[in-house]
């Protein structure tokens, strides 16, 4: 299994961010895909949530209303978009999928916003 997010940078608050995960080595429309971020000197957050055939979403309250995850199958992608950016979005974004409770995890992305 190999994730490599990208698409990450640095933005104003209130821009637009639009992040991709290119994913790898196993069976991609049969997994779930999730988006992770992970603050400095904070803890790693789960931010959304889409299903293998991308009719189920969910998101972290932190970010409902601003962010959409969404899928290419046929591509092995997985993205996130990213609306009205607040400096507390600022984190290393982390693509992860699940198999048998065991996690996979991309390098991560960084994303910083400025106020």
């Known amino acids: 299994v190999q994730l490599v997010e990208s698409g990450g940078g640095l933005v104003q608050s209130g821009g637009s961010l639009r992040l991709s995960c290119a994913a790898s080595?196993?069976?991609?429309s049969s997994w779930d895909m999730r988006w992770y971020r992970q603050a400095p000197g904070k803890e790693r957050e789960w931010v959304a949530f889409i299903s293998g055939d991308g009719r189920r979403t969910n998101y972290a309250d932190s970010v409902k209303g601003r962010v959409t995850v969404s899928r290419d199958n046929p591509k092995n992608m997985v993205f996130l978009q990213m609306n009205s950016l607040k400096p507390e979005d600022t984190a290393v974004y982390y693509c992860?999928?699940?198999?048998?409770?065991?996690?996979?995890w991309g390098q991560g992305t960084q994303v910083t916003v400025s106020s």
């Open positions: 992860n999928t699940r198999s048998w409770s065991r996690d996979y």
């Open positions: 080595g196993f069976s991609f």
